[in-house]
Structures are given as C-alpha cells and as structure tokens.
C-alpha cells in the first residue's frame, strides 16, 4: 500500500495544524456561547424552539468533536503511532455528522447561525481533506455504517 500521505509532510502537517486551531477555537467559541446564552433575552419564549436551540448547540458540539478527532488521527499517523493502513479503519475516519435545518436556524440569533454555519464549513473543508487524501493513496472510502445496525450486530453474535 503506499503511503498514506502522498503529499510533502510538511504541507500535511501545516493542513493538519490550521485546522485543529481553528476547531478548537471554534469549539471554545461555541462552548462560551452555548453555555452563556440565555435563550429567554434572544426572544425564544416557545419552549420547542429552546429545545430546537438546544439540539443544535449538540449538533455543533458533536460536528466539532468529529473534527477534532479525525485532525488528531492525522496527528497520531503523523508521529508514527498509527500506520498506514490504520488510517482507513473507521475509527480513524471522519463521523458522520448531522444536518441542520436551514429554516430552523435561519430563526436563532445571529451568533447561534455564525457558529452553526462556521461549523459546517469546517466540517465540509475536513471532509474534502480526508476525500482528497483517499484519492491520492488510491483507497476508496469506508462506507457509512449504521451505529445502530452494527450494535444489532454485535448482540445478535453474542448471543
């Protein structure tokens, strides 16, 4: 298999960089926010569009979270301590993360959509990173698989 890198380290490396710093301040970004919004001064009086908030506060934490993990894959491969073919273990690849529902977001306050949008646009860059390192290794991407399914799964051969 060659190398999971087919571009200069260094490049990956400054790729793999400026991109977890700028995850991590945008997840201390949207931990300060989340945390200290209180929804009732934005005009959410409706207890299901708080809810809705709140789902997506999650929605951003967990986006971020998929980020960061994937960036300290790259990091760990990066130092030698995952190889080549680990890379394209599941774990090792980029969570699926949930959409929003534009409609909805289009109704929060003006910091709640900069931070969801932020999030997304991070999210979608990290995803064509990871599309474009497949292509160039010559690997396809692992599919998709059902959390829920391969639980199933799991219980189904225990027992």
């Given at each position: 298999m060659?190398?999971?890198?087919?571009?200069?380290?260094?490049?990956?490396?400054?790729?793999?960089?400026?991109?977890?710093?700028?995850?991590?301040?945008?997840?201390?970004?949207?931990?300060?926010?989340?945390?200290?919004?209180?929804?009732?001064?934005?005009?959410?009086?409706?207890?299901?569009?708080?809810?809705?908030?709140?789902?997506?506060?999650?929605?951003?934490?967990?986006?971020?979270?998929?980020?960061?993990?994937?960036?300290?894959?790259?990091?760990?491969?990066?130092?030698?301590?995952?190889?080549?073919?680990?890379l394209?273990?599941?774990?090792?690849?980029?969570?699926?993360?949930?959409?929003?529902?534009?409609?909805?977001?289009?109704?929060?306050?003006?910091?709640?959509?900069?931070?969801?949008?932020?999030?997304?646009?991070?999210?979608?860059?990290?995803a064509?990173?990871?599309d474009?390192?497949?292509?160039?290794?010559?690997?396809?991407?692992?599919?998709?698989?059902?959390?829920?399914?391969?639980?199933?799964?799991?219980?189904?051969?225990?027992?």
């Amino acid at each position: 298999m060659p190398s999971a890198i087919s571009l200069d380290r260094g490049l990956h490396r400054g790729l793999v960089d400026g991109l977890y710093l700028e995850a991590m301040l945008m997840a201390d970004e949207a931990r300060s926010y989340f945390d200290g919004c209180d929804v009732r001064e934005d005009g959410m009086d409706d207890p299901l569009r708080r809810v809705a908030f709140a789902c997506e506060s999650l929605k951003v934490t967990t986006r971020l979270m998929h980020i960061i993990a994937w960036l300290l894959s790259q990091r760990a491969w990066q130092r030698g301590e995952i190889s080549d073919a680990d890379l394209s273990d599941e774990k090792y690849r980029l969570g699926r993360a949930s959409e929003s529902d534009p409609l909805l977001v289009a109704t929060f306050p003006f910091a709640a959509r900069a931070l969801i949008e932020a999030s997304h646009d991070l999210y979608d860059r990290v995803a064509r990173l990871q599309d474009r390192l497949d292509r160039m290794t010559g690997s396809l991407a692992m599919p998709m698989i059902n959390p829920a399914r391969a639980l199933l799964d799991r219980l189904n051969t225990a027992f």
